[in-house]
């Protein structure tokens, strides 16, 4: 069983930056994909990006792309999302989710963490 902790979550002036870490657990995920989505009020949930847990590759929506950066640390097995130069428009709750690499659908998710910016 998947189990996934998000954290890092706060409040930070539009300009400011944030690291979220996801803390993973529960099975190895060298054949896993982690990502991070986002639900801001009243709004679907949205991708933000994906790391592939062996190989490092990384993919992002063009709303952050170039302002955060995905990682993941092996040792630790956590999945990190630092966000820099952050708009208020990224005012959301954030999830980190997993799933395997041939599947096309996440299908572990964690509670979320929420990151407010203020203007």
């Known amino acids: 069983q998947v189990q996934l902790a998000e954290s890092g979550g706060g409040l930070v002036q539009a300009g400011g930056s944030l690291r979220l870490s996801c803390a993973a657990s529960?099975?190895?995920?060298?054949?896993?994909?982690m990502g991070w989505f986002r639900q801001a009020p009243g709004k679907e949930r949205e991708f933000v990006a994906h790391i592939n847990w062996s190989a490092g590759s990384t993919y992002y929506a063009q709303s952050v792309k170039g302002r955060f950066t995905i990682s993941r640390d092996n040792a630790k097995n956590t999945v990190y999302l630092q966000m820099n130069s952050l708009k208020p428009e990224d005012t959301a709750v954030y999830y980190c989710a997993a799933r395997s690499t041939g599947a096309v659908y996440y299908n572990s998710w964690g509670q979320g963490t929420q990151v407010t910016v203020s203007s």
């Open positions: 529960g099975r190895t995920f060298s054949s896993y994909v």
